[in-house]
Structure formats: structure tokens, C-alpha cells
């Protein structure tokens, strides 16, 4: 049972066929097809997506490096429209314009008591499962079962999600920046402001400047820190973070130590908190040991399940150093996303300036090439 807009009543809605990016198989090419979506389950809505980021945590599924079951429609970066309702819905409206969170919580086990949401224990287990909450899929291919990402699938002209994915924007908002904070602008400007709480004045280093690593720097220039250190080993990335208000840059050569040392130099002594953004354990050592007394590492980045870290233990009790982990940046999506929306459009969050790329759907592998050659600041799917 539906919302159907033309209509104005609750009707019994069929499937729609939609263009969509479908990963075969781990390591193949994306093909552009025609897919049949069912309508919206109970607790789901129907939205039509103008447009996806493509972020690195799709390439990290699309090579294995994370186990998703296929053939799948990834993308977990969306913002569109939505045009119809599942039963049980009262949050949304057919019409409302909605950014995309891949993180739907319950609000009633242990995390959601807790105010995590975003740790929810009842979605995260599910989350790559390839399923919606309930476990079942909405998509097909000629009769074969598709299955979903992350709850979002936004390599698609259509996506059903969960009621609780969805967080209504304002309908001047453009598709393309709301899109980004469905997961790399929340993980990096919420790192900055949930998970370290960075206040004015303090000092901030930047591990990794891809999506994430810069929208912790546009973070970090909006919270009011006083020194930015960005580091990366690709100059172009350097000289975008001064662009966007880095106020030191280091080029990673050497070792984690070579650069510790190189941030401590430029940052007059090391830094309050470290962001390490890319999931890489030297720049997690590095990142730890960049950091003055009573310092933090945040760690953002995703890394391979049997990576390590060794950390100079003896510097944790006598400096008072530690090490927080920052899943989403700590984000509450239902008021962050909104906050950061109105910052951007009063013009303190340049959010825009993070997109280096436009493409449209038929070319969603190369898309994913641009993410994996690392040339790209953010890429965008222009689904309209």
C-alpha cells in the first residue's frame, strides 16, 4: 500500500523499471541497465534521485576490499524527490526534497538510548547485507534478485530506502551539494565538530585529503581553528586545501616519524587533534604522533579488517595523547545535515568547491575510475 500523488489516496502501487548502475560482480565493470523496482514496503518511500556522489567506500566494494554480496546497485551518497510513500510513513510527504543517509537507526536499542544513532544495533548488522531493513530486496533484473547498498543503491534514476534515511532540506538546496553529506561531508565535518568537539583557537591536522580530509579542513575553517595542517602525498590536493583555508600544508615523504615531526614543525609544536581520513595505519601512527599534550588522534578513514597500529605506548599516560574513533563523524543526520546546509548557503561551508567532477549516469564506471586514480576531489552523478 502507497501514497500515490496523482491520485491524492493510498492505491496498491506496481513495480517501475529504471536506469541503474549494476556491479555484476566484485572487479567487473558497471553496466547500465534497466532494473524493475518494487514499490515501498512499510516504514519505506520511494525517492527519485537527481543526484549521487561516488565516494571511495563504493570502490572499496566495488574491489572486494569490502564483502558485498552481487549483483548490487551501489552509490550511498543521494539527494532527490520524493514521489511515493510506503504504509506506516508520517514523517514524509510526496514532494518533499530529501538528502540521503545510509545510516536509518530504530531508536530503541542500547546505541539509539544511548543518543548514537548512528551506531544503531539493529541497522548496522544489516548494513551490507544487501537488503533493506526488513532483509529483502526491491530490485530486479530480468527476474534475478539486485541487491541494495548501504540501504541506498544511488546509482539509479529511483531508490526505495527506509523512512529513516531520508532527511528533508530545503527545496532551494542544490541536488548535488546535499548528495555529498550523505556520507563524506558528515564523516569529515562532523569529525571535526561531533566526535573532537574542535573549538576556536585550537590546532587541527588533516591526514588524507580526499572527500573526507577536505570537508574535515572546511570543517575545521567554520569551527574557528586557528592552525590547519593539511597533509597529503598528491600536490593538486595540497594546493586545494590552502585553497579552502588550509593555513600549512606537508608533503607525506618518509616515515610516519619523518612526518609527525614535519606537522609538530608547521604547527608550532603539534596539534590538538589529528584527523587521519584515508584508513591507513602509517598515517593513523603518523596522525597519533603529530599530536602535543593532552592531543587526539580522530580516526575516520575505514581500513582493511586485519589492519594494526603500534603507537608509542609510554606517550599516552605521560602526555595525556589519545585515539577516537569517528565513524559518520559522530553525526546525528536528522540535525546535522540540516546545520550544514544552512551553513553552506550562508556561505561558511563552500561545499560546492569540493565537487571536481560532473558525469552522467551512463558513465558511472568512469566515475569510479576517476575516484580509484585518485585525480578526482569529489565526483558527481547527475542523474536529472
Same mark, same amino acid.
Not at 551501489?74 to 504504509?87: K, M, P, Q
Not at 563552500?350 to 567532477?357: E, F, Y
Given at each position: ?13 506496481? +513495480? ?8 555484476? +560482480?566484485?572487479? &567487473? ?114 527476474? *534475478? ?7 541506498? $543503491? ?18 532551494? /538546496? ?31 591536522? /588533516? ?12 570543517? $575545521? ?11 597529503? $602525498? ?13 593555513? *600549512? ?13 614535519? /606537522? ?45 597500529? &603500534? ?65 578526482? &576531489? ?7
Amino acid at each position: 500500500m502507497t501514497w500515490s500523488a496523482s491520485s491524492g489516496r493510498v492505491s496498491v502501487a506496481s +513495480a517501475v523499471t529504471i536506469r541503474a548502475a549494476l556491479l555484476p +560482480a566484485v572487479g &567487473t565493470r558497471l553496466r547500465v541497465v534497466d532494473l524493475e523496482l518494487d514499490p515501498p514496503g512499510p516504514g519505506e518511500v520511494r525517492v527519485r534521485l537527481h543526484a549521487s556522489g561516488v565516494c571511495s567506500d563504493d570502490l572499496n566494494a566495488f574491489d572486494g576490499s569490502v564483502e558485498v554480496p552481487c549483483p548490487a546497485v551501489l552509490g550511498h551518497e543521494g539527494a532527490g524527490v520524493v514521489e511515493e510513500i510506503g504504509g506506516g510513513v508520517d514523517s514524509l510527504r510526496v514532494g518533499d526534497h530529501v538528502a540521503l543517509s545510509w545510516a536509518p537507526y530504530c531508536g530503541h536499542c542500547d546505541e539509539c538510548l544511548r543518543d548514537l544513532p548512528h551506531l544503531c544495533g539493529t541497522a548496522w548488522p544489516k548494513m551490507l547485507t544487501g537488503g533493506l531493513l526488513d532483509g529483502t530486496t526491491r530490485l530486479r533484473f530480468g527476474g *534475478a534478485t539486485v541487491h541494495h547498498y548501504c540501504f541506498l $543503491s544511488s546509482f539509479a534514476e529511483r531508490a526505495v530506502v527506509p523512512e529513516r534515511s531520508c532527511v528533508r532540506i530545503p527545496a532551494d /538546496v542544490p541536488f548535488d551539494v546535499a548528495a555529498l553529506v550523505g556520507c563524506a561531508v558528515a564523516s569529515g565535518v562532523c569529525a571535526v565538530w561531533r566526535t573532537a568537539g574542535v573549538r576556536p583557537g585550537e590546532r587541527v591536522a /588533516v591526514f588524507g585529503l580526499g572527500g573526507t580530509g577536505l570537508a574535515a579542513v572546511v570543517g $575545521s575553517v567554520a569551527a574557528g581553528a586557528a592552525d590547519i595542517v593539511a597533509v597529503d $602525498s598528491q600536490e593538486a590536493r595540497l594546493e586545494r586545501a590552502r585553497e579552502l583555508g588550509a593555513t *600549512a600544508t606537508v608533503r607525506w615523504e618518509g616515515s610516519p616519524a619523518d612526518v609527525a615531526a614535519a /606537522v609538530r614543525d608547521a604547527s608550532g609544536g603539534g596539534v590538538d587533534y589529528a584527523f587521519e581520513a584515508r584508513g591507513r595505519p602509517a598515517a593513523a601512527e603518523a596522525a597519533f604522533m603529530s599530536t602535543r599534550v593532552r592531543g587526539a588522534a580522530v580516526l575516520c578513514g575505514i581500513p582493511r579488517a586485519d589492519a594494526t597500529i &603500534t603507537l608509542p605506548a609510554l606517550s599516552i599516560p605521560r602526555m595525556e595523547r589519545r585515539v577516537l574513533g569517528s565513524i559518520y563523524g559522530s553525526a546525528r543526520p536528522d540535525r546535522d545535515f540540516p546545520l550544514i546546509l544552512d551553513l553552506h548557503r550562508r556561505g561558511h561551508l563552500p561545499l560546492d568547491r569540493l565537487i571536481s567532477h560532473r558525469l552522467p549516469l551512463d558513465q558511472a564506471g568512469a566515475a569510479m575510475d576517476l575516484v580509484r586514480s585518485g585525480d578526482a &576531489t569529489r565526483v558527481i552523478l547527475d542523474l536529472e
